[in-house]
């Protein structure tokens, strides 16, 4: 075989893993962003101030520390242990939580409860962007060396990967920022509306068929049941933006979730009852046309827009206008039991309707996906709110976050803040998503992973990381936003 197919059978005919190893490494992010705060929060109660005299240099190495290291360990060398790492850091998290709780004691529970908040960026909904972001970055490298456990790879027909969740999990985080989930008024010119929308997705129509060019040109490597023969996730991301804008200057955003509904269902029901489900799992004549060549990515969309249109729902909710802390504690806290009911209604699906399929991206896989996103999404509300409460009491305002109750010197805090990486990741994620994927092409071109050590691979993947890091943190320090669209 050659190196390409080889590559390619590398990656091919899996199985996933189970829901339940997904959902435990699902605590691991929200752990990284917690376990940043507080050893800020330690540095300002032993010294008063940021690290100096490098404070660039040194935020830089702690955010890629805190947030790109654990997550690289986890799905490499520490893979197996999964469980016992994400429990572990939870116990010491708690030990320091109540360390500097009860070591600086500047204001009451009840005070903090009892807070007003305010805030620039969209509530922890930042933080569930970025790091899926990041998490992707890791996953679309890592999956070529031998180190990264196959389970956690895309699966083949049928299973739970965690690479699965990625495509998904982007889908959700556009819908959760669109329009239409801010409560923008965009139906005062529906037709212009639209074209707007079509206007805005030609960045990811052209990134997909410069895509598609350099794999045909360059012979690179192809798991053509992903997608197709011609199809990618940039093709999938623009038509879904596309065919969701258009349907929602009819439906309401606040009735979207029934209209994912009813996609889902319908679709899962043209699955089970016709010959789709056997055209796009058994029927291999890709050379026939365009449809047979691409019919993973085209039907698929009929599931990425039921995850979309959930995604405008959970986006309506948390964009609701709050100001005080038990506002938010509560819609936390009904983010977590719709993520409970969305779970319930998964394992109900798997057992008398069929297991989840992300190359069919059927009911069961929707409601996977939106489950999933409601888990990371909670987590990282309940993280903030953690976070907030402890640059209360602790009186340390530096640390970056969406919200904050502190009302004075402004631009000192909006100019520490501007050393996190979450905002330099933020500012640029389209870009920060294509420089992972170039980084990744080219990795591969000047290395045989499958010949590497656990070592050598689990340095070439921090080595990547921190490339990425950089470049997109350089920009941020100069004010760059790659945007021209």
Same mark, same amino acid.
């Given at each position: 075989m050659s190196q390409k197919e080889?590559?390619?059978?590398?990656?091919?005919?899996?199985?996933?893993?189970?829901?339940?190893?997904?959902v435990i490494g699902s605590f691991l992010t929200p752990l990284c962003l917690l376990n940043r705060a507080l050893v800020l929060i330690l540095y300002h109660q032993a010294k008063g101030n940021l690290p100096l005299p490098f404070p660039r240099i040194s935020h830089l190495f702690l955010d890629f520390i805190m947030m790109?290291?654990?997550?690289?360990?986890?799905?490499?060398?520490?893979?197996?242990?999964?469980?016992?790492?994400?429990?572990?850091?939870?116990?010491?998290?708690?030990?320091?939580?109540?360390?500097?709780?009860?070591?600086?004691?500047?204001?009451?529970?009840?005070t903090f409860l009892n807070s007003t908040v305010h805030f620039k960026q969209v509530p922890f909904v930042t933080f569930f962007r970025v790091m899926l972001n990041v998490q992707t970055a890791i996953s679309i490298l890592a999956v070529d060396f031998e180190v990264f456990p196959r389970r956690y790879a895309k699966t083949e027909s049928?299973?739970?990967?965690?690479?699965?969740?990625?495509?998904?999990?982007?889908?959700?985080?556009?819908?959760?920022?669109?329009?239409?989930?801010?409560?923008?008024?965009?139906y005062r010119s529906k037709m212009k509306h639209v074209g707007k929308q079509l206007l805005s997705v030609w960045p990811l129509v052209v990134l997909g068929a410069a895509r598609l060019v350099f794999v045909k040109m360059s012979n690179y490597q192809e798991h053509v049941t992903e997608y197709g023969v011609h199809w990618n996730f940039f093709f999938t991301l623009a038509l879904v933006r596309v065919l969701t804008s258009m349907v929602l200057v009819v439906v309401p955003a606040k009735h979207s979730w029934i209209l994912a509904l009813v996609i889902s269902c319908v679709y899962q029901f043209a699955l089970d009852t016709t010959g789709l489900k056997a055209f796009i799992m058994h029927n291999d004549d890709r050379e026939k046309d365009f449809l047979h060549a691409n019919k993973e990515g085209i039907f698929s969309l009929a599931g990425y827009?039921?995850?979309?249109?959930?995604?405008v729902q959970v986006g309506c909710y948390v964009?609701?206008?709050?100001?005080? /802390?038990?506002?938010?504690?509560?819609?936390?806290? *009904? !983010?977590?039991?719709?993520?409970?009911? #969305?779970?319930?209604? %998964?394992?109900?699906?798997?057992?008398? /309707?069929?297991?989840?399929?992300?190359?069919?991206? *059927? !009911?069961?896989?929707?409601?996977?996906? #939106?489950?999933?996103? %409601?888990?990371?999404?909670?987590?990282?509300g309940l993280v903030e709110l953690i976070i907030l409460c402890f640059k209360i009491t602790s009186c340390c305002h530096f640390v970056p976050s969406s919200w904050d109750s502190y009302s004075g010197s402004h631009k000192k805090k909006d100019d520490l803040e501007g050393f996190c990486l979450v905002n330099a990741i933020n500012r640029n994620q389209l870009l920060y998503f294509l420089l992972s994927n170039i980084?990744?092409?080219?990795?591969?071109?000047?290395?045989n992973t499958l010949n590497c050590s656990?070592?050598?691979?689990?340095?070439?993947?921090?080595?990547?990381?921190f490339t990425n890091f950089t470049v997109i943190y350089v920009l941020h320090l100069c004010k760059i936003t790659v945007k021209f669209w």
């Open positions: 080889l590559k390619e059978a590398f990656v091919s005919n899996l199985n996933g893993t189970s829901l339940q190893e997904v790109a290291l654990p997550l690289v360990l986890s799905c490499t060398v520490l893979s197996n242990h999964l469980l016992q790492v994400v429990l572990s850091f939870a116990f010491v998290l708690l030990c320091v939580l109540f360390h500097i709780y009860y070591s600086n004691h500047q204001s009451s529970l009840s049928f299973g739970t990967g965690v690479m699965d969740f990625c495509a998904g999990g982007f889908i959700i985080g556009n819908a959760l920022v669109c329009p239409e989930a801010r409560g923008k008024n965009v827009v039921a995850i979309y249109m959930a995604g964009m609701q206008p709050r100001s005080h /802390v038990r506002d938010w504690l509560k819609a936390v806290f *009904n !983010l977590f039991m719709g993520t409970l009911a #969305v779970f319930a209604a %998964l394992i109900t699906c798997q057992i008398f /309707v069929e297991p989840m399929s992300r190359r069919l991206a *059927n !009911l069961p896989f929707c409601l996977w996906t #939106v489950a999933q996103s %409601l888990l990371f999404v909670s987590c990282f980084l990744t092409g080219l990795t591969n071109t000047l290395i656990d070592v050598f691979s689990f340095c070439v993947l921090l080595s990547y990381m």
